[in-house]
């Protein structure tokens, strides 16, 4: 199985600064596999990013995602109050599918 | 646009069958182009994929090694909707469950996800 291990636990920024969500597997994953999901408080995650890098329909650009092999990252160029959430990482290239444990985006 | 509507209880007793629903509009459970999951997600095990169906001129079901002796998952074209059903539940099955389209050919990223429902397992 592959682990998915996301840092850090939780990140604390201010509205305008960019926020970097690193995603590591324990094992290499195939970049068009990986996708990205934001879940705030009370609601179903939704879907931010696939093939690692596409954002998905009506997500704002700010939103983007880079990497390959075993690192991965979600970026949000310039944090919005909205943005207050928990971020996963998902692979599913390989069986069983799994997801990371979660980054907590705070707003100060 | 794509929305699943789930239903079902959400407070069980041990050794009783859970039962799901998740209805579809905006898609249909027989197309070509997608396939439908159950995951749920708790405190302790996070974000678990459960099982899936899809159509490709026949109906296949995939199930995590976790749940494959328990879980059933069942498509109904009539109405449009899958369903899971889990057996034998106890304190364990204790989540929130979602139903989610996979997209991407068979293998998945899910999008959108249910509204979510939380299933309680206690005597």
């Known amino acids: 199985e592959i682990v998915l291990t996301q840092s850090p636990g939780t990140l604390s920024l201010s509205p305008g600064e960019r926020a970097t969500l690193s995603c590591r597997a324990s094992?290499?994953?195939?970049?068009?596999?990986l996708a990205w999901y934001q879940q705030k408080p009370g609601q179903a995650p939704r879907l931010l990013i696939y093939?690692?890098?596409s954002r998905a329909t009506g997500i704002p650009d700010r939103f983007s995602g880079s990497g390959s092999g075993t690192d991965f990252t979600l970026t949000i160029s310039r944090l919005e109050p909205e943005d207050l959430a928990v971020y996963y990482c998902?692979?599913?290239?390989?069986?069983?599918?799994?997801f990371g444990q979660g980054t907590k985006v705070e707003i100060k | 646009q794509v929305q699943l509507q789930q239903s079902g209880p959400g407070l069980m007793k041990p050794s009783q069958t859970l039962s799901l629903t998740c209805a579809i509009s905006?898609?249909?459970?027989?197309?070509?182009?997608?396939?439908w999951n159950w995951i749920r997600q708790s405190p302790s095990r996070g974000l678990e994929w459960l099982g899936r169906?899809?159509?490709?001129?026949?109906?296949?079901?995939d199930y995590a090694v976790s749940v494959k002796s328990r879980m059933t998952i069942i498509p109904d074209i009539s109405k449009n909707q899958f369903s899971l059903q889990l057996n034998s539940v106890t304190p364990e099955d204790t989540a929130v469950y979602y139903c989610?389209?996979?997209?991407?050919?068979?293998?998945?990223?899910?999008?959108?996800w249910g509204q979510g429902t939380l299933v309680t397992v206690s005597s």
């Open positions: 989610a389209r996979g997209l991407g050919n068979l293998l998945n990223w899910f999008d959108p």
């Open positions: 905006g898609d249909s459970v027989s197309t070509d182009s997608a396939t």
């Open positions: 169906t899809y159509y490709r001129s026949k109906w296949y079901f």
């Open positions: 094992q290499s994953v195939n970049s068009i596999f």
């Open positions: 093939g690692a890098s």
């Open positions: 998902h692979q599913y290239g390989t069986s069983p599918r799994t």
